[in-house]
T-cell receptor, first 114, second 112 residues
Framework: DAGVIQSPRHEVTEMGQEVTLRCKPI?????LFWYRQTMMRGLELLIY????????DSGMPEDRFSAKMPNASFSTLKIQPSEPRDSAVYFC????????????FGDGTRLSIL | SQQGEEDPQALSIQEGENATMNCSYK?????LQWYRQNSGRGLVHLIL?????REKHSGRLRVTLDTSKKSSSLLITASRAADTASYFCATPQGGGADGLTFGKGTHLIIQP
């Protein structure tokens, strides 16, 4: 079975540019999560969706960050405008639910903002 | 804020030895999960233990949970070089929410 697929794997761009990260969850999973990992702060939950509906976006750092899930097989995380402090590895994960289910992670997008 | 905190931060042992990692958390939970992360890869779910369970096994993994002490341990027996990775405990963010809060992890190195 295909796992969670994220694209791109690496992104290098200049500050001020718009960045769009993409995620395809595992088919049949109804919860989707976006996390960010840095050396300083570790893994942080940014936002999660249940049945395509955003449930908790309290982890989204600023209004520059937005996430959408237009259908059950696709989600995007957008940063506009990007800043150097946004540099991190961004992970998407999905789970079957209900609560207390294993989350399946993609291999992440390593984002560098110059 | 971090809910789970792993201890030690780093651990280096010889192949064949057992590795024990600990996790402490702050608030009441209904379950706790352990994940592994290999360098440059995403996290892989290892095991989930519920608050009414004290111990759980999966292959060479043994997880314990002590809700009175708000702590959990992960034991890897007969370690192999392929076990070299970072290990994280994760707890629900609160209110039964689906999102997880992760600790900073234990970096385990298995020396061949």
């Amino acid at each position: 079975d295909a796992g969670v697929i994220q694209s791109p794997r690496h992104e290098v761009t200049e500050m001020g540019q718009e960045v769009t990260l993409r995620c395809k969850p595992i088919s049949g999973h109804n919860s989707l999560f976006w996390y960010r990992q840095t050396m300083m702060r570790g893994l942080e939950l940014l936002i999660y969706f249940n049945n395509n509906v955003p449930i908790d976006d309290s982890g989204m750092p600023e209004d520059r960050f937005s996430a959408k899930m237009p259908n059950a097989s696709f989600s995007t995380l957008k940063i506009q405008p990007s800043e150097p402090r946004d540099s991190a590895v961004y992970f998407c994960a999905s789970s079957r639910g209900p609560r207390a289910s294993a989350q399946h992670f993609g291999d992440g997008t390593r984002l560098s903002i110059l | 804020s971090q809910q789970g905190e792993e201890d030690p931060q780093a651990l280096s042992i010889q192949e064949g030895e057992n590795a024990t990692m600990n996790c402490s958390y702050k608030t009441s939970i209904n379950n706790l999960q352990w994940y592994r992360q290999n360098s440059g890869r995403g996290l892989v779910h290892l095991i989930l233990i519920r608050s009414n369970e004290r111990e759980k096994h999966s292959g060479r993994l043994r997880v314990t949970l002590d809700t009175s002490k708000k702590s959990s341990s992960l034991l890897i027996t007969a370690s192999r070089a392929a076990d070299t990775a970072s290990y994280f405990c994760a707890t629900p963010q609160g209110g039964g929410a689906d999102g997880l809060t992760f600790g900073k992890g234990t970096h385990l190195i298995i020396q061949p």
